[in-house]
């Protein structure tokens, strides 16, 4: 089976802009969860969404949203953009339940000048 | 709110000895625990997990004990190599929520 894949891999952004970041998860997963990795601070805990809706949420600003579609495939996106997202997002996927087994993506490079 | 603590934040051994990390919770419903590494530029990869039903669990070089009663889990790495270095994370599983520690960068000296 193909792993998590993440698209893409590196992205450059001014202050202001917006970015829109793609997971691709496991064949026959349905959840999908979003993270953001600085240094220092872990991994925090964006957002799980599955089967096309949003089952968890994690304490960051309206700015941060996703969506998933039919196919499980998901996306996050970051509106106006502030220095401070610069960051790796990790997408993970599972098959249902946050007992099951999780599988990271290698991640999105996000830095914002 | 729930929270995992992992330590030790920074572990330093010389090649051939053991590692030991350990992290504890605070969510009595957790009841499923994976390990993670990660390597520079890359995800976390899992390495080894535990279920609450089970006390110890073992993956050649690297084992995993828990206690439920206490709320402790750990991870056990043997004969420790330099591709070991990387950070480990611990995490907490149940109900809806996967909860994290905050890593253990390890490096392993030659």
């Known amino acids: 089976k193909a792993g998590v894949t993440q698209t893409p891999r590196y992205l450059i952004k001014t202050r202001g802009q917006q970015v829109t970041l793609s997971c691709s998860p496991i064949s026959g997963h349905r959840s999908v969860s979003w993270y953001q990795q600085t240094p220092g601070q872990g991994l925090q805990f964006l957002f799980e969404y599955f089967s096309e809706t949003q089952r968890n949420k994690g304490n960051f600003p309206g700015r941060f949203s996703g969506r998933q579609f039919s196919n499980s495939r998901s996306e996050m996106n970051v509106s106006t953009l502030e220095l401070g997202d610069s960051a790796l997002y990790l997408c993970a996927s599972r098959t249902d339940r946050p007992t099951d087994t999780q599988y990271f993506g290698p991640g999105t490079r996000l830095t914002v000048l | ?110």
């Open chain 2, 1 to 110: 709110g729930e929270n995992v603590e992992q330590h030790p934040s920074t572990l330093s051994v010389q090649e051939g000895d053991s590692a030991v990390i350990k992290c504890t919770y605070s969510d009595s419903a957790s009841n499923y625990f994976p390990w993670y590494k990660q390597e520079l530029g890359k995800g976390p990869q899992l390495i080894i997990d535990i279920r609450s039903n089970v006390g110890e669990k073992k993956d050649q070089r690297i084992a995993v004990t828990l206690n439920k009663t206490a709320k402790h889990f750990s991870l056990h790495i043997t004969e420790t190599q330099p591709e070991d270095s990387a950070v480990y994370f611990c995490a907490a599983c149940g109900g809806f929520k996967t909860i994290f520690g905050a890593g253990t960068r390890l490096f392993v000296k030659a």
